[in-house]
């Protein structure tokens, strides 16, 4: 800020040692330093800063076609000290004959719709802009603005005026579909995807679009009689159909199909499906060609389509592991797809769930390590990793483990649960006192079946049988800690004195 041309922009170039020098500012790049330099006092709450800052800025820049950034930046000082109205009233003084007009429109309309929560003013400046300036980017993004507030029927609207100026933009095509899809009236959305490709067989996106439709519907024939179609599409308009992505799309959806009806006829688990399997494979050999088809003619997709390879085996990874049962092809595709994707924290996770399931301890921590890199929050990693160390003798960090998930979340009923056994294990059940005064400060009504099993757990172990039934009443009718409550339950009628005794020894 403090640099030549920057602050004052009739500065003098300084000396520097026995050369000049003389940074080219121009006014835009000084107007982004003082509005920059506003916002990062306003964010370090420097107010007073930031008016000074702006003060400067209105002087230099006021009567130049900068002003408008000045404006908006004293809307958003106003919108961080909490004064809405005068950060509305900034932004109306840019006219339409401002080449910023639309910009102050939208962050009029931003502010009215999230500060506000006044949807007819947020639609009224979509419109005001449209009187302005009727263009097929503005009619398309008052369609978007009306989509972001769920009205769809009226956003079809605005989306057909700007596909009626440009008929090539296929993207438009698919934006009034979903915009039909959203108003529930999916008759009237099957209507349209299929009269829209009747007329064009190229639109290969909306065949993508009507598949998904049919198997939200649950319409399994239909979606693949679409998919069939978009194949056949496919290979009559484009040569290189065998190395299209659209045709791994279109396989993964085929078999997302397969494998949906399997689950809606029920008892799936364990039952190969032939059809999904194959698509799976199919899908996984044309991505490989994509792959090696984009690697010679564009760089910056590889990344991209190593992912795409990579979740495609995740997904054959799972096919193997839950229908088919056979643990060591799923680990071979989960491990081909970290391979490709070494982030990937669902391949890791099915890796570290496998080993752990085969009593390969050590994998599993390597895995459970590499997730908690990623991520040293992760509930489910840290309750494994916590498991793996009660049965290598390891209590003292199974405990921190569980002390740190409740640190950060103190109505992690799960958590505290597990918490409350280590300590009874240890012979510490009274630091759990602790943990459920911290998860009855912040827990919320609807988790109060959670807090109610914990304490049931803790009563019982410290001996309190009248109190602890009392809580796991009050747990046994909910969905998840319901089964657990009634079984402690059970416990307590059947043995009053069992862990009086197990605490004796």
């Not at 403090?2 to 300084?14: F, H, R």
């Not at 579909?177 to 008759?187: E, P």
């Not at 569980?402 to 799960?414: A, M, R, V, W």
Request: proline share 2%.
């Amino acid at each position: 800020f403090e640099l030549p041309g920057v602050k004052d922009k009739s500065a003098k170039a300084k000396d520097m040692g026995s050369k000049k020098y003389n940074l080219p500012f121009g006014q835009e790049e000084r107007v982004k330093i003082f509005i920059l330099l506003i916002e990062v006092k306003a964010e370090l709450a420097d107010f007073a800063g930031s008016k000074k800052v702006l003060q400067k800025a209105v002087v230099e820049f006021t009567g130049t076609p900068e002003e408008v950034h000045i404006i908006i930046g004293q809307s958003n000082l106003f919108m961080k000290m909490g004064d809405i109205k005068k950060a509305l009233n900034m932004l109306k003084k840019v006219g339409p004959e401002n080449k910023n007009f639309i910009e102050a429109k939208k962050k009029m309309a931003e502010i009215y719709l999230e500060q506000l929560r006044d949807r007819k003013n947020y639609k009224r400046c979509y419109m005001e802009i449209i009187d302005v300036d009727a263009t097929e980017a503005n009619f398309r993004m008052v369609g978007d603005a009306l989509m972001e507030i769920q009205e769809p029927e009226e956003a079809v609207i605005f989306y057909e005026k700007a596909l009626h100026m440009n008929r090539e933009d296929i993207s438009l095509v698919r934006e009034i579909g979903r915009a039909h899809v959203m108003t529930h009236d999916y008759q009237k959305a099957i209507r349209y995807y299929e009269t829209a490709l009747n007329e064009d067989p190229k639109l290969l996106d909306l065949y993508t679009d009507l598949a998904e439709l049919y198997f939200k519907l649950k319409a399994f024939d239909e979606a693949k009689r679409v998919i069939i179609e978009a194949m056949k599409s496919l290979t009559n308009f484009d040569d290189s159909d065998l190395t299209n992505p659209k045709r791994v799309q279109y396989t993964l959806l085929m078999a997302k199909i397969f494998l949906e009806e399997d689950v809606q006829r029920g008892e799936w688990r364990f039952k190969p499906n032939e059809d999904a399997s194959k698509a799976l494979r199919d899908a996984l050999k044309v991505q490989e060609a994509v792959f090696d088809k984009v690697r010679e003619i564009s760089i910056d997709r590889v990344d991209e389509e190593r992912k795409i390879a990579a979740d495609i085996h995740f997904k054959f990874g799972k096919y193997l592991e839950e229908r088919e049962g056979d643990y060591f092809q799923a680990i071979n595709n989960y491990e081909s797809c970290i391979k490709r994707y070494e982030d990937h924290r669902e391949a890791l996770f099915s890796l570290a769930k496998l080993h752990l399931a085969n009593n390969d301890t050590d994998k599993c921590v390597y895995y459970c390590r590499q997730l908690l890199k990623l991520d040293p929050s992760d509930e489910e990693t840290s309750f494994m990793m916590a498991n793996l160390m009660l049965l290598s003798g390891d209590t003292e960090n199974a405990l921190q483990t569980f002390k740190t998930l409740l640190d950060e979340k103190p109505d992690n009923f799960k958590a505290l649960a597990q918490l409350i056994q280590l300590f009874r294990r240890a012979g510490r059940i009274e630091e759990a006192e602790k943990y459920i005064q911290n998860a009855e400060n912040n827990a919320i009504r609807s988790n109060e079946a959670g807090l109610a099993y914990a304490k049931g757990l803790y009563h019982k172990y410290t001996g309190e049988l009248q109190k602890s039934l009392k809580c796991l009443n009050r747990a046994r009718f909910d969905s998840f800690y319901g089964q657990q409550a009634l079984l402690l339950m059970i416990q307590i009628y059947l043995n009053p004195n069992e862990d009086n005794m197990k605490a004796a020894e």
